[in-house]
């Protein structure tokens, strides 16, 4: 049994927690603007109704790569590590890096401050061309990830709960949709041996 979805935060946004089982490559669908605080909400198509919100650092490097104007974003994907030496203060909180970007032919390194008046070189790699959809077309477009949690939540009985938590965090309409209409239809489970 995998326990990496018994062990993922709820939230509205990807935390380094959520990477502890391992690197994860994601596709972005959207880049919006967020609050102050974090000002960049990335829309990931793996992760419906949960941003990433990267780092200040995060940011240069994904405008070192790729340009100032993020309405280009759409369809580029990242591999997202996380890093457990990242420090908030003077505590160890841990954090999410970027590993891997496409769109970009050979490895980029970039300047970024690491503490007041130092500053670090971070390299980032190509990422290899996607060679699996990370959706499936007969399923309409539906990440492979929602399928297998709806599917998981249906059969656990919580799918209402798992309809509710995607429409709480503004799931696109056809997510809902899917999952709605696998809640109408039963589930099929493979039969004991």
Do not use: C
């Not at 927690?17 to 990931?44: C, F, H, K, N, Y």
């Not at 203060?89 to 690491?114: F, Q």
């Amino acid at each position: 049994m995998d326990l990496t979805q018994s062990i993922a935060p709820k939230s509205d946004q990807l935390n380094a927690d959520d990477l502890i089982s391992g690197p994860v490559t994601v596709t972005i669908t959207e880049v919006r603007a967020g609050t102050p605080e974090q000002p960049v909400d990335v829309i990931l198509a793996e992760y419906p109704g949960r941003a990433y919100r990267p780092s200040k650092s995060m940011r240069r490097v994904m405008v070192s790569a790729w340009g100032a104007e993020a309405s280009t974003y759409a369809g580029h994907r990242l591999t997202l590590v996380r890093n457990p030496e990242i420090t908030f203060g003077r505590d160890k909180v841990g954090g999410i890096e970027i590993a891997e970007m496409s769109h970009i032919t050979k490895p980029l390194t970039v300047a970024l401050t690491a503490t007041r008046g130092k500053r670090k070189n971070f390299t980032v790699k190509p990422l290899p061309a996607e060679t699996k959809p990370n959706t499936d077309p007969a399923r309409g477009g539906i990440p492979e990830r929602v399928a297998t949690e709806a599917v998981q939540a249906i059969s656990a009985g919580k799918g209402d709960e798992y309809f509710a938590y995607l429409a709480d965090n503004n799931a696109p309409a056809h997510i809902l949709n899917y999952v709605s209409n696998l809640l109408l239809a039963p589930v099929e489970t493979p039969a004991a041996t």
